[in-house]
């Protein structure tokens, strides 16, 4: 490694594995419902995007002698390539009926995750802000790098918090895979709820607005309903 690793460079690696574990949900509820349509629709996937190993390997471990940064960029390429790709295969022979058993596992994914979270920091009741839950959904969610124009906060009270993209982070691996922006972004989206509602059962996120769905931006909100 050119570097020596920092806390931020774990703070990345456990959002990527988070990713991991969504795409592995994702993938099990699929092989759940489609059976055997499903795990030929994957081995086709894993041809090009091969399924993760989970070997129990420190990021040490992992880079070796590869760069921090592009390293760990190119772990976060991996994952949400290979997961754009299998969300566009199932879309290409499933539809509508793939989308909603994804949208549905990534849902229940971010509650556990938000849960966890929680539980993890310890969080009293009255801890469980929209604020709180915006905050631990970015120690959690993998949207970019450091580096990138991320989630920037519009505005924020007691009851609710807002939340923008100017640049749509997840595009360029939709492009990667020839998948369709709406339907990667549509479950991406089904999980930043669930982490909500894991969080705090009264939260409800709202999607205002969206880049792949055609708006000059993204927007965003955790409020308490």
Not at 64 to 82: A, N
Not at 161 to 174: P, Q
Request: hydrophobic letters at 35%.
């Amino acid at each position: 490694m050119s570097l020596v690793l920092g806390p931020i460079h774990h703070w990345m690696h456990k959002k990527i594995k988070v990713s991991e574990a969504r795409e592995k949900a994702i993938v099990q509820a699929l092989k759940d419902t489609f059976g055997q349509d499903a795990k030929n629709i994957l081995a086709d996937v894993y041809k090009k995007y091969p399924e993760p190993q989970d070997d129990g390997k420190s990021l040490e471990e992992i880079l070796e002698d590869k760069p921090i940064h592009s390293g760990i960029q190119g772990m976060i390429d991996d994952v949400e390539t290979r997961e754009a790709a299998i969300i566009a295969a199932f879309d290409r022979k499933l539809g509508d009926k793939a989308k909603k058993v994804a949208s549905e596992a990534a849902y229940q994914h971010g509650i556990s995750c938000g849960q966890k979270a929680a539980k993890d920091k310890n969080l009293s009741p009255n801890d469980k802000t929209p604020g709180k839950a915006f905050e631990l959904l970015l120690d959690n969610y993998c949207d970019g790098m450091p580096c990138d124009r991320g989630a920037q906060v519009l505005d924020e009270t007691a009851k609710s918090i807002v939340w923008d993209h100017t640049v749509c982070i997840h595009g360029k691996y939709c492009e990667a895979a020839n998948a369709p922006p709406k339907v990667v972004c549509d479950i991406l989206i089904s999980w930043v709820s669930g982490f909500g509602t894991g969080i705090n059962s009264a939260l409800k996120h709202t999607r205002r607005k969206c880049v792949a769905h055609g708006d000059q931006t993204c927007e965003s909100c955790y409020e308490l309903g």
